[in-house]
């Protein structure tokens, strides 16, 4: 098996504070020393979040060539997140997790309380924006959320921006940072429909110039027909479309890598 790139160290924080965003989603700041010299990465980066089985007491991980495991072989519980915002004096790093009710992050983040103690480890690649392109086309779920706001405050005033999120409850819907030139269109999930439909159904009805860059990040299977739309059928220049698969539905415990 081919090693891979030892990812930045894990840095143990505590939880700080814990905000409910709206009934589905809850942004929890993270604070300690150890996020000095975090590198805050371009907009709509990713960390890793170590979750321990004991929230008083982290036991580090080391990294193993291919992935992080505990000295005893067995891997730890590592989910991965969007780095929304990094401040300094004191250090804090805010994450916002969507509360899908079917895992152990969603389930931790029911449970937690501040003082808790977790480990991050970031931050992973994120989108550099082309300051020169002037129609961009973001589309996303929940889970995207937090990447969608840190782009849209990254993104040139000047552009024109087509913003589609699905969500699966209409109070799933968050103020999203304000750009002048967006466009927001909020999609809900009818029963029936599998995550993801109406996700491929805003990219493949979405107007999209040869200059124009789309972003997309939601559900895997979702994230692999969007790439096949936008590659193989609209003939799209692989480098002017990011399509990230953010999760995958209906594989408990399964984590997309990244
Ligand atoms: C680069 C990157 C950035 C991400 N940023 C964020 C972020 O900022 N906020 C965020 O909430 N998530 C984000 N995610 C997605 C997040 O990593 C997954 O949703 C996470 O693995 C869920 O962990 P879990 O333990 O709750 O569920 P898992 O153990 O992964 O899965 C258990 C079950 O829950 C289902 N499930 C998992 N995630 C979701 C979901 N979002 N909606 C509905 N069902 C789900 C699965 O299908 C499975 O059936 C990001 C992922 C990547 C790769």
Redesign the pocket.
């Given at each position: 098996m081919r090693a891979r790139r030892e990812p930045p160290p894990f840095r143990i924080v505590e939880v700080a504070r814990i905000e409910p965003r709206n009934p589905h989603?809850v942004r929890i700041t993270l604070a300690g020393p150890m996020l000095q010299g975090l590198d805050p990465g371009l907009p709509?980066?990713?960390v890793r979040v170590l979750?321990p089985g004991d929230p008083t007491e982290v036991v580090l991980p080391t990294w193993a060539g291919n992935e992080f495991l505990f000295a005893d072989g067995s891997r730890p519980?590592i989910?991965?997140?969007?780095p929304?915002s990094f401040r300094s004096g004191p250090f804090e790093l805010d994450?916002?997790?969507?509360r899908?009710?079917?895992?152990?992050?969603?389930?931790?983040?029911d449970t937690a309380k501040a003082g808790d103690r977790v480990a991050v480890s970031g931050t992973?690649r994120g989108y550099k924006i082309d300051p020169a392109v002037r129609s961009f086309l973001l589309a996303g779920?929940?889970?995207?959320?937090?990447?969608i706001s840190m782009l849209l405050r990254a993104l040139p005033p000047e552009a024109e921006v087509e913003v589609a999120i699905e969500i699966?409850h209409p109070d799933a819907r968050l103020e999203l940072p304000a750009h002048p030139g967006a466009t927001i269109q909020w999609c809900q999930l009818e029963a029936g429909s599998t995550?993801g439909d109406f996700l491929f159904a805003a990219v493949t009805s979405a107007q999209i110039a040869p200059d124009t860059r789309v972003w997309a990040?939601g559900?895997a299977a979702a994230a692999q027909r969007i790439r096949r739309h936008l590659f193989d059928e609209r003939g799209l220049s692989r480098s002017h479309a990011v399509v990230?698969?953010?999760?995958?539905?209906?594989?408990?415990?399964?984590?997309?890598?990244?």
């Amino acid at each position: 098996m081919r090693a891979r790139r030892e990812p930045p160290p894990f840095r143990i924080v505590e939880v700080a504070r814990i905000e409910p965003r709206n009934p589905h989603m809850v942004r929890i700041t993270l604070a300690g020393p150890m996020l000095q010299g975090l590198d805050p990465g371009l907009p709509a980066a990713s960390v890793r979040v170590l979750l321990p089985g004991d929230p008083t007491e982290v036991v580090l991980p080391t990294w193993a060539g291919n992935e992080f495991l505990f000295a005893d072989g067995s891997r730890p519980t590592i989910r991965t997140l969007t780095p929304l915002s990094f401040r300094s004096g004191p250090f804090e790093l805010d994450i916002e997790v969507v509360r899908h009710g079917n895992g152990i992050l969603s389930a931790w983040v029911d449970t937690a309380k501040a003082g808790d103690r977790v480990a991050v480890s970031g931050t992973g690649r994120g989108y550099k924006i082309d300051p020169a392109v002037r129609s961009f086309l973001l589309a996303g779920d929940e889970s995207a959320l937090p990447a969608i706001s840190m782009l849209l405050r990254a993104l040139p005033p000047e552009a024109e921006v087509e913003v589609a999120i699905e969500i699966r409850h209409p109070d799933a819907r968050l103020e999203l940072p304000a750009h002048p030139g967006a466009t927001i269109q909020w999609c809900q999930l009818e029963a029936g429909s599998t995550p993801g439909d109406f996700l491929f159904a805003a990219v493949t009805s979405a107007q999209i110039a040869p200059d124009t860059r789309v972003w997309a990040a939601g559900e895997a299977a979702a994230a692999q027909r969007i790439r096949r739309h936008l590659f193989d059928e609209r003939g799209l220049s692989r480098s002017h479309a990011v399509v990230r698969g953010y999760w995958k539905y209906g594989r408990g415990g399964v984590r997309v890598d990244v």
